[in-house]
């Protein structure tokens, strides 16, 4: 039998795959629904046909999967949901005030209530113990680490020249916003949690692990929903800079290749109704043989 938490998280995320492709066609259907500056509103139509034909898809498929007991389809659900929690932060702290704003304010808040709802069933350890052994950890770990300060050192340059000069980045002036979102939402949601699981990863703590795989699969869709806003700036017109994939297409095929190792790495899961309930027994089961060795 699944958990409380775990139905939770399950009745969240239908209403937040629902909303997702109601959100996303309706930015695509009416171009007059967003009333941000030419380029934003550019960039949340390429964000938004990822949302429709990626990751939304991508979420009700892994929640089914959970259903069926698949531990990879969970890992992959939580990091869905983790892509959902960090995107609808950016429709709801940094899009002009549209007829949607209440249905992000829900979008955002759902999804960081299911992610919570949905580790808290998962027995971490019992997880960890179905990995094989030999996967590329302190590799996948190293590139999250690497991405991390590479990405939170950026943002400091630019608060440092701010001190040093007094003149804002150039980035705050092209979306129109009087605070740097950007960096305020990668440095709290990505920089650390990437320093966090990358670390423990290396270390090889199970909720490393966890970490890791969900940093991963979010880090894969959304730079594929980044590099298609850029793409929509150029073709739409408010831009003619490509330069910008340099950055995305590497750190997503990245995340990708690690999303692949660290999934591939989980033992599949044996003929059970719940995996995270399988987990729970596993781990009781292990710790009983520990106790009579």
């Given at each position: ?75 992959v ?5 983790a ?5 609808y ?7 002009a ?46 590139f ?14 630019l ?13 705050i ?99 059970t ?11 009781s ?9």
């Amino acid at each position: 039998m699944s958990t409380p938490n775990r139905r939770i998280a399950d009745h969240l995320s239908v209403v937040i795959a629902i909303l997702m492709v109601l959100t996303s066609s309706a930015g695509l259907l009416f171009h007059d629904l967003y009333q941000d500056n030419a380029l934003v509103a550019s960039s949340w139509y390429g964000n938004d046909l990822v949302t429709l034909i990626v990751a939304a898809p991508l979420l009700v498929g892994a929640l089914i999967g959970a259903r069926q007991g698949s531990r990879k389809a969970f890992l992959v659900w939580m990091g869905m949901l983790a892509y959902t929690f960090y995107n609808y932060a950016f429709y709801l702290f940094g899009a002009a005030f549209n007829s949607l704003f209440l249905v992000y304010a829900i979008l955002y808040t759902l999804s960081g209530f299911a992610l919570v709802f949905g580790l808290a069933s998962l027995d971490a350890e019992a997880l960890y113990q179905r990995v094989q052994q030999g996967f590329p950890g302190r590799w996948i770990g190293g590139f999250m680490v690497f991405v991390a300060v590479v990405l939170g050192g950026f943002y400091v340059a630019l608060s440092l020249q701010y001190l040093a000069t007094g003149e804002a980045p150039a980035m705050i002036d092209a979306v129109g916003l009087h605070t740097n979102l950007i960096a305020a939402l990668d440095l709290s949601m990505v920089v650390s949690v990437a320093l966090l699981g990358g670390v423990w990863l290396w270390r090889r703590r199970p909720w490393g692990f966890v970490l890791a795989v969900l940093w991963n699969v979010k880090g894969a869709v959304y730079m594929l929903a980044l590099s298609a806003a850029t793409g929509a700036t150029v073709a739409i017109g408010p831009s003619d800079d490509w330069v910008q994939l340099t950055l995305w297409a590497p750190i997503g095929l990245g995340c990708l290749i690690c999303s692949v190792l660290l999934l591939a790495s989980v033992k599949p899961t044996e003929a059970t109704s719940e995996a995270p309930s399988t987990d729970a027994h596993e781990s009781s089961k292990h710790a009983a043989t520990e106790d009579a060795n």
